[in-house]
């Protein structure tokens, strides 16, 4: 098929056009994503908290089952696209026309969420398949770290915004940056070529017959597919619900005014910062310490943050403990990006990283009601918890998993002892 090349040929023009299509995809996600808390207090319906909640999931699960059996990578994100543009126009119009109207709005963020949750799981299996080998890690951690950007100026936007005493203005600021990124995305996404890796997973392309001894003879898939999903749903569970509780929800249940805005921005500035220097730290530890390292190192964090709690509870004292746990959050991310696309074969990967996904994000819902009626250090002793949960899933890795850190996707991904294990 024409618009396919080889993904093993360094990094050229078409590695950098699906770096920026990815990239701006992940702002995108970043900006409409922290819409949904932001404008939260403008309506604290039950209807809101379920389309928040349900999104993701179906978007998620329905995205990555259509990338992979139907429609392949590149035409997935001409569907988001589309969605995403409706959906941030519907915002728009609400906020210029119907004084936020809470149902055209949720009808507005339920497509633009579906459409950017949907995008993950297709950009994570894109962006590893057309990566080169010695390159992935960076590339991946690189471009998702443009979720933290997107979330941090949805943020900022609504700090400047704040001032105008109302919701409308953050909401038609934020789906205004959402369409001129859109606008950018759709030229850069019309130059991008398919994965090539996708294309002969489905008969597309030629297989590549030549084999790889040295990264075959060197790393040996050790665990079954059971065993790597149960390992990334432990992971994903403790990163994405200790980074949404505690950049996003802990602002809603815990403070007012700017200061609720204040707090996601540092957050998500924290976070990104720390996304530009973990490449350096995953490709010099690899990705079995580095995860260790992300998650002991995000627990030992909750430590001096429960004992602000406890003892000293100034929210400016708060800013800094919060950046702290954020940068070990973004290295946990960087750690679960890392695994995700490169433990499942290219035929079921944006399924599979979409069904690891699932997960945390139908646990963070749970826990969002359940943590709504905690004291605050009771709160922060639940994300402690979680935080614990991640250390010992990457503890257990540690023991029997592999690294998949400069390691060919085909051999990454290849079965444990042959086609038939789980």
């Not at 909640?53 to 001409?78: E, H, Q, T, Y």
């Not at 941090?152 to 919701?167: H, K, L, N, R, T």
């Not at 959402?178 to 997973?201: G, K, N, T, Y």
């Not at 702290?324 to 990283?353: D, G, K, Q, Y």
Request: net charge neutral.
């Amino acid at each position: 098929m024409a618009g396919a090349w080889d993904p093993e040929s360094g990094w050229t023009r078409e590695h950098w056009l699906v770096f920026a299509s990815t990239s701006a995809g992940f702002m995108l996600w970043g900006l409409i994503t922290s819409l949904g808390y932001l404008i939260y207090p403008e309506y604290h319906s039950p209807a809101y908290i379920a389309i928040v909640a349900a999104m993701p999931l179906a978007g998620n699960l329905v995205m990555g089952r259509l990338s992979d059996a139907l429609i392949g990578r590149k035409r997935a994100f001409l569907v988001t696209m589309s969605l995403y543009a409706a959906g941030s126009l519907l915002v728009a119009l609400d906020a210029l026309y119907a004084s936020m109207n809470e149902a055209l709005f949720l009808a507005g963020y339920a497509a633009a969420t579906f459409a950017v949750e949907g995008e993950v799981p297709v950009s994570l299996a894109y962006l590893a398949e057309v990566s080169s080998t010695p390159l992935r890690d960076r590339a991946l951690i690189l471009a998702t770290n443009f979720d933290n950007v997107g979330a941090a100026v949805a943020a900022a936007i609504s700090v400047f915004a704040y001032g105008a005493g109302s919701y409308a203005a953050e909401a038609l600021s934020i789906a205004i940056a959402a369409a001129a990124s859109l606008a950018a995305i759709a030229v850069v996404r019309s130059m991008v070529p398919e994965s090539l890796r996708w294309l002969r997973a489905r008969g597309l392309a030629p297989r590549r017959e030549e084999a790889e001894p040295r990264a075959a003879a060197s790393v040996k898939p050790t665990v079954g597919f059971l065993g790597r999903y149960s390992f990334l749903a432990a992971l994903g569970v403790s990163q994405y619900i200790t980074y949404g509780l505690m950049a996003f929800v802990v602002a809603d249940y815990f403070f007012s005014g700017e200061s609720l805005n204040v707090v996601v921005l540092v957050a998500n500035a924290a976070a990104s910062a720390t996304g530009i220097i973990a490449p350096q730290i995953v490709e010099r530890l690899g990705s079995v310490r580095f995860a260790l390292l992300s998650y002991v190192g995000g627990l030992l964090t909750m430590g001096p943050i429960i004992a602000w709690a406890l003892y000293a509870p100034a929210i400016a004292a708060f800013y800094p403990l919060l950046a702290l746990n954020m940068a070990f959050s973004e290295l946990a991310w960087a750690a679960r990006i890392v695994f995700e696309p490169a433990l499942f074969p290219t035929e079921r990967r944006a399924f599979m990283v979409g069904l690891v996904r699932a997960v945390p994000i139908a646990a963070y819902s749970a826990s969002s009601y359940l943590t709504s009626a905690m004291s605050e250090a009771a709160y922060l002793a639940y994300n402690a918890a979680l935080w614990a949960l991640g250390a010992s899933a990457a503890a257990a890795w540690r023991l029997i998993g592999y690294d998949v850190s400069r390691v060919p996707l085909e051999v990454a991904s290849a079965p444990r002892g042959g086609p038939s294990s789980l």
